[in-house]
């Protein structure tokens, strides 16, 4: 009795260290997990949307895991016994949409239920029904943006709709900005008067990520590359060689090769390969003309790295996988041609190295958010993947220029707040923290080809970002002789 007394002081303390009150049914919880506690409570921390006592609800996303984790330890596809990598959520091996109007309902409902599940920590939001019936003149409702548009006395009118009906709300003044940013599907809370049939908005309430968030630390360096392009006649050789180079201290300067030394992770965030059929008369533009034969050759390139680094390989719509996303890890066929190093997981994915959570997505839904939000461009290309941060979506916008599978659950919803989240194809670099989640756009490996010439693209290749220890981020720059 007196021993379990001072373990619920001793999780009492380490909490209120942290300024937060444990609930007495949540320390009860947390006594199973005495060995991971010190591992488990920044964690916990974080994950808390502003509530102070911390409840069992709170904690078992977090404790599930760990059991998960023990689990996952056997099957996970690395060669150690005991793995420092965890994959969180992942498509591969579970895709099990046809593409039906099932599948589509399914879909959105999933993407519905869990981006509102979100925002039910920032408001009240009753049914859109319900609305209608309510006494007060003030509302809050959530819901799936259905439609925006100007109207002609140069207001926003946005419809939006949850399963119980549609309502529109006006933003005017500053809120209007705002509003015309939305994107057909994506999920939001609004608050304001009922005025009408319509709400006058007062505030727009993105899922978003919390602010309290802080960066993270490690005692490891991991690299962010992406868009090799392996095959393509643009792919850029000899700044690829010099980069290899630096990974086996061969060149660099001393605070160059103390960065060198402690990577522990190189993270490939897709367009491993240029592909074959990805556009018209793309072999024009191929040195290795065959896809298996792209394969063979990204894997001995990337056999010249160190095999004491570990190489994940997440793809993009330039890879040997289907084009809508999630899209699952690289086939045997391919997967099985790279070293014991290399680990293959599909797009988008999530995962724990050595505890930092980490999130992959090649970014195609870049474009879309680019090409949407008049702001945004692409010699920025982290400001638009803040914009999926603050969505809580890898892919807001529906029926743009990134196809998504309508699988049962929204895979690219972003439930967990990663600590990293990594993206790739716009061929541009750009980092940034927000909200203690480190942004990175690792930009590519191929020169401007003929094509992004015509589209005015200008690439940022061979940039290279290293989050190092501290929480630093290194950018190097490979220019070949
Ligand atoms: O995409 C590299 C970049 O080029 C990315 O920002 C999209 C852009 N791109 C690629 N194809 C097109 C088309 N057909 N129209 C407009 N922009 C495009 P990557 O995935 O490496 O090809
Ligand atoms: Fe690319
Ligand atoms: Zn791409």
């Known amino acids: 009795m007196v021993i379990k007394d001072i373990e619920s002081k001793l999780i009492i303390t380490k909490f209120a260290m942290h300024g937060y009150n444990v609930h007495p049914s949540a320390i009860e ?6 060995e991971e506690l010190d591992e488990l409570i920044p964690k916990i921390c974080s994950s808390l949307d502003g509530n102070f006592i911390i409840t069992p609800d709170d904690l078992r996303p977090i404790l599930n895991k760990v059991k998960k984790r023990e689990k996952n330890v056997q099957t996970v596809t690395v060669k150690k016994p005991k793995s420092e990598i965890c994959i969180l959520k992942d498509v591969t091996g579970s895709s099990a949409c046809e593409g039906n109007v099932n599948d589509f309902i399914a879909y959105f409902n999933s993407r519905f239920e869990k981006l509102s599940k979100i925002l039910k920590k920032r408001l009240s939001g009753v049914s859109i029904s319900n609305v209608k019936k309510l006494r007060s003149e003030n509302v809050e409702v959530i819901g799936m943006v259905k439609e925006v548009r100007e109207t002609q006395n140069g207001n926003a009118l946005v419809e939006i709709e949850d399963n119980t009906g ?30 009408g ?43 690829w060689d010099l980069f290899v180079k630096w990974l086996n201290f061969e060149v660099g300067n001393e605070k160059m090769r103390e960065v060198a030394e402690s990577v522990k992770y190189i993270v490939l965030a897709g367009d491993v390969v240029d592909g074959v059929g990805i556009y018209p008369n793309q072999d024009k533009d191929l040195t290795i003309l065959d896809v298996y034969g792209q394969y063979e050759e990204a894997a001995s390139q990337i056999d010249k790295i ?103 659950e929204d895979y690219l919803v972003i439930d967990e707040i990663p600590d990293i989240l990594h993206s790739g194809h716009v061929h541009t670099y750009g980092t940034s923290f927000y909200r203690g989640v480190f942004v990175v756009n690792s930009s590519t490996w191929q020169a401007q080809t003929e094509f992004q010439k015509k589209v005015n693209l200008n690439p940022m290749p061979c940039n290279v970002a290293v989050y190092t220890p501290n929480g630093e981020v290194v950018r190097l720059k490979f220019y070949g002789s």
Do not use: C
């Open 197 to 239: 049939k319509n709400i006058i908005a007062d505030r727009i309430i993105f899922p978003d990520v919390p602010l309290n968030g802080k960066k993270k630390k490690s005692d490891f360096s991991i690299v962010f590359i992406s868009d090799t392009h392996f095959g393509s006649k643009e792919f850029l050789e000899k700044e």
């Open 29 to 34: 919880l947390l006594k199973e997990f005495k």
């Open 306 to 408: 160190p095999k004491r680094i570990k190489v994940i390989i997440s793809p993009g719509n330039h890879d040997a996988v289907r084009q809508a996303e999630p899209q699952p890890a690289l086939l045997k066929d391919f997967s099985s041609l790279f070293s014991n190093n290399v680990i293959n997981v599909g797009n988008p994915s999530m995962m724990e190295l050595n505890g930092l959570k980490l999130l992959i997505y090649h970014g195609r839904s870049i474009d879309d958010i680019i090409t949407k939000i008049p702001r945004l461009d692409y010699s920025k290309p982290h400001e638009a993947m803040i914009e999926l941060l603050k969505r809580r979506h890898l892919a807001p916008m529906y029926g743009g220029r990134s196809p998504i599978a309508p699988e049962k």
């Open 166 to 195: 549609t309502i529109r709300f006006i933003a005017t003044g500053k809120l209007k900005e705002t509003a015309l940013e939305l994107m057909g599907d994506e999920v939001i809370g609004v608050s304001g008067v009922l005025k």
